[in-house]
């Protein structure tokens, strides 16, 4: 049987401060830094380049842990897998305006069903090599999802936290993979105090965005990925739905270390948070050339996954944002629907509210020039469109009475 | 951008009954054979074994299409898709008894969340590259939603009839895609009828299961994805949820493809056909000795999926059990809830019930003694667990309050 999990040479070096830089020993456990930062783990990118070729990379299974010199887990015995496969690209020619491509890269494949699973398989295995047995989270669906199933298959116990609006089907799948779960009457940050809050009693490790520090090192696989799939030649720009932001921080790593590496040349892909215009901390932030975002009032939207009032890596996102020449931007919850809708009936394609709100994001900034119709774009769909609610349908045929084939 | 849908050489000799053996010519629009049975695509065999190596096809994108020489579509204009990725192989180390390995191919990760897009994009494709423009279907649901999905892709129209007690997430999927749905107050075959009935007022082609010739190729790369994923030495069981019984029959054709070619040798997997113990028309058939089925009365399973209670395909499904020296099984409704619950909470993997239908399959012959714990069997789970439903989950914290974590 095909094997991706076999054993291969290892190259982190430590974990740094993602604020002051300062330097953190490998393999130890490990939440924010000293001040309160995420921590970033380092790798002796020369050795991985060494190690590995693109020719070997071609070789291997198409998942995940092709990925193995780039990720963190040092023992094979340690990685938690549930088939973490390569996400496919898929264009949506009736979307496309002009001769720039336009393309899906459809998360919603991975296991639980968003690119959760990326971080969380990292963040469980880590956790488990690293001898941890109970973790804890907030989660607006997904993470929680993501996070129950790798660490029910770890054997681990999971404490996870819901807003009260988290759609059912999410709570419900979260308590399916083996979790406890609650719902707060309050919003994903207040989650998160609670989790804080609880570790002096119950020890258990939290795996809140940002918080540990392998869900980047998980998430950065996408951008690994997306070179592998344009053969080292990236596309022009890169639309991110950004609540936590882990994702687009994720990327922008792995963009700088091929760089490095000398495995990617030239222009970077311009990076694009994308957020909805009831929670746009990072956008209300990009526009006011802050570092740092304030808490988002009154957060609402229809795309619960960036609905995220406060986001731990804030100036990380706002650095990959400006160092990329990309920016941040909102769209309305009527044009997230509308793009949603649109991309269904005509190519096929259901995404997630989230990743709808990339598509309307696309749509926006071609009308305001921020981006031309002859550039190369991703959106990232970055959960099944099935998670989400769908219209009602009425129509019956009854078949005591005969069909009038024409009304049809 | 890797592309899998370069122009390749066809091997599509011409289609034959698969009752009589009637000889049909290639690349004409076709539903049944003459005698009303389903038509089976045949290929010059030696031609594709001389124009592809597995050296060749290890090189390729890891989806349907990297096997284009096995496939029906001549050009690669027609070929209508949404990312067809190799389905990931997962192992149950917790439900596996014995040294035998427990592996599921969760085929859930497809477009529209089931395999039913394997069979589906093939339709399509073939159906726009013979000049179809309107579609119609009977469907428990996901075979509809991926027809949608094609058929709005390509700007075709489609008609789709579900049974009235088709969940609800289906049928609004369906429509989500693009399609027109009605709900019947009946089930698959009246549907079925339905279809039949309005060909000559809509003039839609009927891409009823087994009723046109391509889908069983497209479910046939089931088949050749477990060679090739597992080296060309095929696993000792495969455990198929049986309605209508295409995947079963198509793999059971891939794997003799590849055995004329000499890709594969020795003995091919047993195949077990399992159904519900609710509707289980091929098992009672496969008991008393039967060539064909007869129809299931009040047929009812939590397992929609499989709730077929008659097969046009029998024959060719009982032939394939029955040349692969498998056998046919039903398993309870209470088994197949219990055996989801299991897998989900201890191996993270949430299966649909169809699929958790294969796991409790797996546990009933062993003790059965029909398999033994030392043979390598695979599960299929056929759709993504979560379009199916969940138990209700009850607990809460109010931020009112202090939260007492010793009670939680």
Known sequence: MQNNTTDRPTFVTHLECGKTKARYAADQLLGLSDVGSPLIVRYDVEGISKALSKEELRSRPADLWRYREFLPVRQTKNIVSLGEIMTPLIDLPSMQKGQGRLIVKDEGRLPTGSFKARGLCMAVSMAKELGVSKLAMPTNGNAGAAMAAYASRAGME?????????????????????????????LINDCGKIVGGGKE??????????????????KKTMGLELAEQFNWQLPDVIFYPTGGGTGLIGMWKAFLELKEMGWIEGRLPRMVAVQATGCAPIVKAYDNGEQHAELWQDAHTVAAGIRVPAAIGDFLILNAVRESNGFATAVSDEAIMDARHEASIKDGMLMCPEGAATLAAYQQELKSGRISDDED???FNCATGLKYPLPAVDARIDLNRTIDYSTL
Not at 168 to 175: K, L
Not at 205 to 216: A, N, V
């Open 158 to 186: 999971t404490y996870i936290f819901c807003p009260d609006d988290t759609p059912e089907i999410n709570v419900r799948e979260i308590a399916a993979q083996g979790a406890k779960v609650w719902r707060v009457n309050g």
């Open 201 to 218: 009693t119950l020890h258990w490790f939290d795996c809140s965005t940002l918080k540990e520090p392998y869900r980047i090192e998980g």
């Open 377 to 379: 774009c991703i959106l």
